[in-house]
Nanobody
Framework: QVHLVESGGGLVQPGGSLRLSCAAS????????IGWFRQAPGKEREEVSC??????????YYVDSVKGRFTISRDNTKNTVYLQMNSLKPEDTAVYYC??????????????????WGQGTQVTVSS
């Protein structure tokens, strides 16, 4: 059974860093596209970053607003995807979710129709 659990959120000051984790069970992450999304109060859900399966060379994507600040990575030994977030800004405040396309329709994470979601983890950037 596909299961995703996010962790690592919290309260951080502007300019600070957090590392979010998305631990997977029921499937092997390496073979799936994984996305990180966020939703702030009153706003639509936004795709922040994604990583393709190894079949698509684990290519990555970042929304323009986080390029150069966020890094997505995958640890196959822990079956976990991470989102390293540096130089955080108040506008990064949101609930962050990871998602998987299962069964995999596309290896390219930009095309994946994500259909399984974690419960989310709150990130608050405030002084």
């Amino acid at each position: 059974q596909v299961h995703l659990v996010e962790s690592g959120g919290g309260l951080v000051q502007p300019g600070g860093s957090l590392r979010l984790s998305c631990a997977a069970s029921g499937f092997t992450l390496d073979y799936y596209a994984i996305g990180w999304f966020r939703q702030a109060p009153g706003k639509e859900r936004e795709e922040v970053s994604c990583i393709s399966s190894s079949a698509s060379d684990s290519s990555t994507y970042y929304v323009d607003s986080v390029k150069g600040r966020f890094t997505i990575s995958r640890d196959n030994t822990k079956n976990t995807v991470y989102l390293q977030m540096n130089s955080l800004k108040p506008e990064d405040t949101a609930v962050y979710y990871c998602a998987v396309d299962s069964p995999p329709a596309y290896s390219d994470c930009r095309k994946a129709p994500y259909n399984f979601w974690g419960q989310g983890t709150q990130v608050t950037v405030s002084s």
